[in-house]
């Protein structure tokens, strides 16, 4: 029996696990080994960490806690996880490959996955040349003329906002009309407005050439963002039964200040639960899920 088992050895679960190392207590990592910034060759906007590819970042964290005898850290995927028929919070978790894991508390840093328009040209750029967070990777684009696929209502803030970082121009065929107050913030963060449909990115990828547009135009482009909705990498939330809420660009395990899940001795970190995400809120999320964790366990000895 692991005291905590932490499914998700990411940034949020990697970062719970060293909290929870420096307890001494038995504790089990699980992951499956796709972070959601796989696709993107450096991490940005991370202290101390800047320009460093991020599964660097990870085997670096993932080496460290070999220091600590008490963690156990495992490859693979969690398919099931449920909840032991004992009076005691405790849970039972099923690996793909049929092996079988007890804990007296779970943290569930699983993530999300990007849902990607079917665009030509996007898959291939994705986390390269074509971007969600401008503070991740704008820097790098280095100005000039910057695209953003409206989408979403969203695609509005994200189109002004994006014009810090060169000159914008937001491809709106895929959202609803825009508003009055949509249109002054666009004109006075001077984002020029394409409303004939994008059908490709093109260019030598990952580099990009232009926008490719219904009427046969190529709209000059050396980035492209988009807001992109997300779905729960994992089932393992649902199936234990926590509620969700609608985050920004899609559905979020609810979680309290502790991280704790409305399933006792079930909390969650990283992107999974939260709406506005990057590393460094994963990594502090899977602190504080640690922290609230141990805790909790505390509390319930003395009730023994
Ligand atoms: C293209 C791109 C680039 C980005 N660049 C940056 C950047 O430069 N700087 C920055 O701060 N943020 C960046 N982000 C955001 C950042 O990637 C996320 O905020 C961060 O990865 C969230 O960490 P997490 O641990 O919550 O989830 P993830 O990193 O997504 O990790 C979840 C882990 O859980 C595992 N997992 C899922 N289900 C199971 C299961 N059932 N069993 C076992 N394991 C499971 C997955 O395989 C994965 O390893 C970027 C995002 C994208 C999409």
């Not at 232009?210 to 729960?232: H, I, K, T, Y």
């Amino acid at each position: 029996m692991f005291d905590v088992i932490i499914i998700g050895g990411s940034f949020a679960g990697l970062s719970a696990a060293l909290q929870l190392a420096r307890t001494r207590r038995p504790i089990a990592i699980i992951d499956a080994g796709s972070p959601r910034n796989r696709f993107a060759s450096h991490a940005h906007s991370v202290l101390a960490q800047d320009g460093k590819p991020g599964g660097t970042i990870l085997a670096e964290a993932r080496a460290q806690l070999v220091a600590y005898p008490n963690v156990t850290q495992f490859a693979g995927t969690v398919r099931q996880a449920e909840p032991l028929p004992s009076g005691k919070i405790a849970f039972t978790i099923t690996l793909d490959d049929g092996r079988v894991l007890q804990g007296r508390r779970l943290i569930l840093a699983t993530g999300v996955r990007d849902l990607l328009p079917e665009l030509p040209g996007v898959a291939e750029r994705w986390g390269q040349t074509v971007l969600h967070c401008p503070y991740c990777h704008g820097y790098e684009i280095g100005g000039g003329n910057i695209g953003v696929l409206g989408r979403l209502p969203a695609s509005v803030h994200q189109a002004s906002l994006i014009a810090d970082w060169g000159d914008v121009t937001l491809f709106t065929a895929g959202m609803e009309p825009l508003d009055d107050d949509a249109m002054k913030l666009l004109a006075r963060r001077k984002v020029k407005l394409e409303h004939v449909a994008v059908t490709a990115i093109e260019g030598a990828a990952p580099a990009i050439d232009g926008a490719r547009l219904a009427d046969g135009r190529l709209v000059p482009l050396r980035a492209l963002f988009l807001a992109a909705p997300v779905q729960q990498a994992s089932g393992l939330a649902m199936q234990l039964g926590c509620a969700l809420e609608e985050g920004m660009m899609g559905p979020i395990v609810q979680v309290d200040a502790m991280k704790m899940t409305s399933v006792p001795g079930v909390h969650a970190a990283g992107d999974a639960a939260r709406a506005m995400a990057n590393i460094t809120f994963a990594m502090a999320d899977g602190v504080m899920a640690a922290v609230a964790a141990h805790h909790a366990m505390i509390a319930e000895e003395g009730q023994a």
